[in-house]
Structures are given as structure tokens and as C-alpha cells.
């Protein structure tokens, strides 16, 4: 049974960083690629970024890019996500996800699994 549990939210200052970890489990993690997923309150599930299976390709959101970092531990089953000069408009639920194939997509459709989702808040 594939499970996926994020861990590493909370709140945060303007301008911090925060980090945090999906690990994975019940699935061959090295031929899947895997998403990062935020919804905030009032918005569409917006995909933040898309790592394909071997790491080698990433996608990053427009809103985040040079700001966030995804990377992924083959060996461990784990992907995380470095979150650095964040903003009030970061404030929202992120999710990991597991994708259908061994790409890196931005459609939540091409996702079969979900992990329960962590909250992260940025402060004045």
C-alpha cells in the first residue's frame, strides 16, 4: 500500500525558510517521479514543483522559482522541499504526491497518490 507523509511545516517569518520532507513508502520510489502541491484558502491546487524519477528534470511554478528548491533521496525514499525568502502568498496546505509515470507533471491528474497534507503559514 503506497503511503506518503509529509513532514516539516509550521509557520514561518517573511523572509524564512523552511524545509520540508515526504517520505515514501508501498511503491518502487526510484521509477516514480514526484510532485509538490500547495492549495491555498480561496485558490486552485496549484502544482510548486515536478521532479521525474531520476532527479535530473524539475519543473518550479513561475511563483517560486529561485525561492524553492526539490530534490530526492532515491536511497531513502524521500523527496523534500527547501523553501527559502518566503512570502505571505506562500501561506497554504502542501502536498506530496506520486505520479503515474517516471516524469515530473504539473497536472494534479497524472498523480494517483496523496500524502495528508501539511500547513504552512508565513508571518509578519
Known amino acids: 500500500q503506497v503511503q506518503l507523509v509529509e513532514t516539516g511545516g509550521g509557520v514561518v517569518q517573511a523572509g524564512g525558510s523552511l524545509t520540508l520532507s515526504c517520505a515514501a513508502s508501498?511503491?518502487?520510489?526510484?521509477?516514480?517521479?514526484m510532485g509538490w502541491f500547495r492549495r491555498a484558502p480561496g485558490k486552485e491546487r496549484e502544482c510548486v514543483t515536478a521532479i521525474s524519477a531520476s532527479g535530473t528534470t524539475i519543473y518550479y511554478a513561475d511563483s517560486v522559482k529561485g525561492r524553492f528548491t526539490t530534490l530526492r533521496d532515491n536511497a531513502k525514499n524521500t523527496v523534500h522541499l527547501q523553501m527559502n525568502s518566503q512570502k505571505f502568498e506562500d501561506t497554504a496546505v502542501y502536498y506530496c504526491?506520486?505520479?503515474?509515470?517516471?516524469?515530473?507533471?504539473?497536472?494534479?491528474?497524472?498523480?494517483?497518490?496523496w500524502g495528508q497534507g501539511t500547513q504552512v503559514t508565513v508571518s509578519s
Open positions: 508501498g511503491m518502487t520510489f526510484s521509477t516514480i517521479g
Open positions: 504526491a506520486k505520479a503515474r509515470g517516471p516524469y515530473g507533471y504539473q497536472l494534479p491528474t497524472m498523480y494517483d497518490y
